[in-house]
């Protein structure tokens, strides 16, 4: 049974930094990806960045390009230089196989951590 759990949420202020952690519990085999998403109230689930398992290095949107940063050793969610706009509910994911920007191809997820950016 795989099982994500997410940390390290909380309330920051603008320009603080952050970094937020998925246990991934419960895989077998190497053929599978992670990645992150966030949701704002009223919004769609948004991709914010991926990284295959076996290695090949990450992937970021492009809105968050410069601030986020992903390890696949850890997976964790460095975020830097926070913004009001960033204030969401941040959930990572696996797929068994590729990453995908799609979040309803994502066949696990975790319970999402509460991220609120006050200005």
């Known amino acids: 049974q795989v099982q994500l759990v997410e940390s390290g949420g909380g309330l920051v202020q603008v320009g603080d930094s952050l970094r937020l952690s998925c246990l991934a519990s419960?895989?077998?085999?190497?053929?599978?990806?992670m990645a992150w998403f966030r949701q704002a109230p009223g919004k769609e689930r948004e991709f914010d960045g991926a990284?295959?398992?076996?290695g090949g290095g990450a992937v970021y949107a492009d809105s968050v390009k410069g601030r986020l940063t992903i390890a696949r050793d850890t997976i964790y969610l460095q975020m830097n230089n926070l913004k009001p706009e960033d204030t969401a509910v941040y959930y990572c994911?696996?797929?068994?196989?590729?990453?995908?920007?799609?979040?309803?191809?994502?066949?696990?997820w975790g319970q999402g951590t509460q991220v609120t950016v006050s200005s």
């Open positions: 419960g895989l077998t085999g190497s053929t599978y990806a």
């Open positions: 994911a696996l797929v068994r196989g590729v990453w995908s920007r799609a979040w309803d191809l994502y066949d696990f």
């Open positions: 990284t295959s398992w076996s």
